[in-house]
């Protein structure tokens, strides 16, 4: 079955296919899941409020993380320009993780202590009214979409399953929490919740 030529042997083609998917959800995927009892004891995340998780979904479904990184490395140029570097505990609650790999704009991992949500508003509305400069799109629109909240529910069972602790009392509640709410006041509840959580963490 094997020619003598590799690049002609569709066998050969398969076999190192498999082996390089492999290797690649070796180191990619398998550590994701991998959430050992002490990074869940030290971490400092908390999980998001129904609101925010609404607001999340807005951030995937608008593309955001396509532009932003939410991933500051340990290196001093990073972290004083982003704050307060990523540990391993940080993301035990986020699926997927928004990492992303293009900075088109800045990284938002501490962006929750930057701005006043009214900022937030101003600039997801025509971002040139605070940043002149800027070359990021405007979302007016997220103004006027509202919420209804029907599968809020479920996503939080979903994530329960995958160990974020959301109780019963919490579900039940969501989803008056999200409906009604535009989907721009979610996102923005969404970016205020982010570093919040490892605040109180200075160390770099
Ligand atoms: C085409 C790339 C692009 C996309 C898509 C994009 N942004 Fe931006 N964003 C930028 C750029 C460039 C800046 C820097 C200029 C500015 O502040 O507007 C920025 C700045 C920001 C800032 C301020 C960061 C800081 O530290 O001052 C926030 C918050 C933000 N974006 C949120 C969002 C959200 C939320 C979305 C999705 C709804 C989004 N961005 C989509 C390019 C993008």
């Not at 500051?72 to 307060?84: A, D, L, S, Y």
């Amino acid at each position: 079955m094997l020619s003598k030529d590799f690049t002609q042997s569709v066998f050969i083609l398969i076999i190192s296919t498999i082996v390089v998917a492999s290797f690649s959800i070796l180191v990619l995927i398998v550590p994701n899941l991998v959430r050992t009892d002490e990074i869940i004891a030290t971490s400092l995340a908390k999980p998001l409020t129904p609101l925010e998780l609404a607001g999340r979904d807005v951030y995937i479904s608008e593309g955001c993380h396509v532009c932003h990184t939410q991933m500051v490395r340990g290196i001093e140029p990073e972290v004083k320009r982003n704050g307060r570097a990523n540990k391993e505990g940080d993301d035990i609650y986020e699926f997927p993780n928004l990492w992303g790999s293009k900075r088109t704009g800045p990284d938002l991992t501490n962006i929750g202590r930057k701005y006043s949500e009214q900022w937030q508003r101003i600039h997801l509305m025509n971002p040139r009214k605070v940043v002149p400069t800027s070359i990021m799109p405007a979302y007016p629109w997220l103004f006027t979409q509202v919420l209804s909240g029907d599968d809020i529910e479920s996503k939080m069972r979903v994530l329960r399953k995958l160990g974020v602790p959301y109780t019963e009392n919490e579900i039940d509640k969501a989803r008056l929490q999200v409906k009604g709410v535009t989907k721009g006041e979610a996102l923005i509840q969404y970016l205020q919740s982010l570093g919040n959580d490892t605040a109180s963490d200075q160390e770099h």
